[in-house]
């Protein structure tokens, strides 16, 4: 058993991984609650698409680099998104099925008939290559971990406000539309960060599982928070390790492991919490 | 306006002034050349049909609306509000501790034992003792309902603007949050009551009887002479 943490640890590689997959599970454990409990959960799904589309324009136009383009595109979507949603031109989760869907057909039509291809393959964005991640991955996700944390602490209170209480929020003089934006473009980012390691088919389960299964356990939103935090913390070490020792996709293993927490905290809502 | 001893002196001391006020939603006019002006220790109920406009003024009161024309000054420090309509997320996990203490003016992130303190003698005031740690969710609609008028007037602000607070409360509390009300006014703040309830509560109290344009602004006693003591208008 042993051997196999001294294993893990001798791959720099994996050491890579395992900052870069906290980081990113961590910060989006912490954003989980205000777009799950707010039923905004498929905003970070959409978002995905979005940030799929940004990094094949990326790679055309900064291949070493694409995130330089995939941020902003990415970030300039989720205001879009919440601005229409905001308007009630459309309603939100439409909004966000016709934004993913345009613009992922739009960046699988630049793959087709993009000259040249690109130095990453289409695959690796969408399951993601967590094994492969740079030094500027790393520097990323734990600049965007630090964000969220700082986020989270500024606003806490104005978060839970607007997010039980809307009109109430707005009465208090609580942002409610910039913290609205604030959130969207914080996920954002989180996405183009996760898109390269993690995929765009699996990064929007990582802000989605960890408040879904802390709400089958808890009794107030710190809770919510707090267990969502260590449950990303015990899924994404235990499926780096597991990946690591089956030889097995890492990203996938995770969200996997996310899929079982989920089922047993479901069955113990359902038969021991009620009991 | 000085309607009988139950009314504390009023200052004179504008908190809220109206002038000419219209509100128009497109085609739609919601309140028409509204003027009257609400003074420190003021206690106004404003009553009228459904569709008078009663909800626009208080969106206009509380400020999330602007007048269309003329000028509405909004002098108090601070306004609590209650409102009728309640926006709130029936499932959200969220306890009573934190529900109130979104009203309070400082907020930080963990609450202090002092806020604490002010939150369970309301709790107790309001006759639901030891619940601050409960899920809002599990709470009845009648004690919600004191939950949110707590959040309401727990940060002391001049003014208090009810809006249809009695509707989920059962008639045995009814009278106790009337009286309840009474006290935050005599401790100096000014109440505006949003109703339908026309009841002995109203008594030498100043009524603004509104449909679209006001029709009435003065003593209850004289409004109710006015419509011949019909309990329905």
């Not at chain 1, 294993?7 to 994996?14: A, R, Y």
């Not at chain 1, 109430?168 to 390269?196: E, M, P, Q």
């Not at chain 2, 001049?158 to 009474?182: C, G, H, M, Q, W």
């Not at chain 2, 100043?206 to 209850?220: A, M, N, P």
């Amino acid at each position: 058993m042993f051997s196999i943490f001294v294993d893990f640890f001798s791959q720099g590689f994996m050491v890579y991984a395992l900052i870069i997959g906290l980081a990113l599970g961590l910060g989006a454990a912490l954003l989980s609650p205000f777009l799950v409990l707010n039923n905004k959960s498929m905003i970070a799904d959409g978002l995905s698409h979005v940030a799929f589309t940004g990094m094949i324009f990326g790679l055309l136009v900064f291949p070493n680099q694409p995130i330089y383009l995939a941020l902003p595109i990415a970030i300039v979507a989720s205001i879009a998104i919440t601005y229409i949603s905001k308007i009630k031109m459309i309603e939100s989760d439409a909004a966000i099925g016709v934004v993913s869907a345009f613009t992922l057909a739009v960046g699988l039509i630049t793959v087709s008939v993009a000259d040249g291809g690109f130095n990453q393959s289409i695959e690796s964005l969408l399951t993601g290559a967590i094994l492969s991640t740079s030094t500027l991955d790393v520097i990323l996700a734990i600049v965007a971990f630090v964000i969220v944390v700082i986020f989270v602490l500024l606003f806490y209170r104005n978060l839970i406000s607007s997010s039980y209480d809307p009109l109430f929020a707005k009465f208090s003089k609580v942002k409610h539309n910039l913290l609205n934006y604030l959130l969207s473009a914080l996920v954002a980012t989180f996405i183009v960060v996760g898109v390269r390691t993690i995929g765009m088919l699996l990064i929007s389960s990582f802000i989605i599982f960890p408040s879904l299964i802390a709400a089958q356990v808890s009794n107030s939103f710190k809770q919510n928070i707090f267990i969502g935090f260590i449950t990303a913390f015990i899924v994404i070490t235990t499926g780096m390790f597991v990946s690591f020792e089956l030889d097995l996709p890492t990203g996938s293993t995770i969200v996997v492991i996310y899929a079982i927490f989920l089922l047993l905290a479901i069955l113990y809502r359902k038969f021991l919490r009620r009991s | 306006m000085n309607c009988s001893n139950k009314t504390l002196k009023t200052s004179k001391q504008p908190l809220i002034s109206l002038n000419n006020v219209t509100v128009s939603f497109e085609n739609l006019t919601a309140l028409k050349d509204i003027s009257f002006t609400i003074n420190k220790n003021d206690y106004l109920y404003i009553i009228g049909p459904n569709g008078a406009g009663k909800s626009t003024l208080i969106r206009l009161l509380t400020g999330l609306l602007k007048p269309s024309e003329g000028t509405l000054e909004i002098i108090a420090n601070s306004i609590g509000y209650l409102p009728q309509v309640l926006n709130h997320k029936p499932n959200f996990p969220i306890t009573v501790n934190e529900v109130i203490y979104s009203g309070f003016k400082k907020q930080s992130l963990i609450m202090k034992k002092s806020d604490l303190e002010l939150i369970n003698f309301w709790l107790e005031k309001m006759k639901i003792p030891n619940v601050g740690n409960t899920l809002m969710s599990t709470l009845s609609g009648g004690q919600q309902q004191r939950v949110f008028l707590i959040r309401a007037l727990i940060a002391n602000h001049d003014v208090l603007i009810l809006d249809e607070p009695t509707s989920a409360l059962d008639p045995s509390f009814r009278k106790f949050f009337y009286e309840i009300i009474n006290e935050i006014h005599e401790n100096g703040t000014t109440i505006i009551f949003i109703t339908h309830d026309i009841n002995e509560s109203l008594s030498k109290r100043q009524v603004l009887y509104l449909d679209q344009k006001i029709e009435f602004f003065g003593c209850y006693e004289d409004f109710e002479k006015l419509v011949g003591g019909h309990k329905h208008v």
